[in-house]
């Protein structure tokens, strides 16, 4: 692993915020997520975009769900987009 990268670790990103949606459609949540510095990563293309949280400690969150992306499209932790990430 490169000194410095993120290491992305898919089963900690397993709470589903949107349904498949378009990213016009979620682009407020994603907003609102930056402004409120979440880690939580998107993933999709064309029409079909899906936000996962990260799983933090005390998490109130009880939905989580199998299936996050591998490789998502973007990743923010703490509201800063990280671009230069590696896959646990």
Not at 54 to 79: M, Q
């Amino acid at each position: 692993m490169t000194k410095g990268k993120y290491v992305y670790d898919r089963k900690k990103f397993c709470v589903p915020v949107t349904k498949a949606e378009p990213l016009s459609s979620i682009q407020f949540i994603i907003d609102n997520f930056i402004g409120k510095k979440i880690t939580f990563c998107i993933d999709g293309e064309g029409e079909s975009w899906e936000i996962w949280r990260y799983v933090e400690d005390a998490d109130s969150d009880k939905i989580k769900k199998n299936g996050p992306p591998e490789k998502p499209k973007y990743l923010y932790v703490e509201g800063e987009e990280i671009v230069d990430f590696v896959s646990a």
